[in-house]
């Protein structure tokens, strides 16, 4: 499995009889976890040009980076422990 996200997002299952199995994540969990990633990625870069050419803070970004992260480690602790 060379897809480090579909590989993050698969659960361990263990059913009463003691065989275990993968059970992986839908596409589109994949595919919307890629793009928030993708786009928290965009967002640091901006916040860093912004830091760099501007010289100031943005807080604004700060905030889209805060809530993607927040949305992105949500995403992870759930789909492993349900």
Do not use: C, Y
Not at 11 to 23: D, I, P, Q, S, V
Not at 24 to 40: H, M, N, Q, W, Y
Not at 47 to 73: K, M, Q, R, V
Request: glycine share 8%; proline share 1%.
């Amino acid at each position: 499995m060379t897809d480090w996200v579909k590989k993050a997002l698969t659960r361990k299952t263990t059913t009463k009889r003691g065989l275990k199995g993968e059970a992986e994540p839908d596409s589109r969990l994949v595919l919307g976890t890629k793009f928030a990633i993708a786009l928290t990625f965009s967002l640091t870069a901006l916040e860093i040009a912004h830091l760099a050419l501007l010289g100031t803070w943005n807080s604004e970004i700060f905030a889209a980076i805060t809530g993607l992260t927040g949305t992105i480690t949500g995403i992870m602790i759930s789909q492993k422990s349900s």
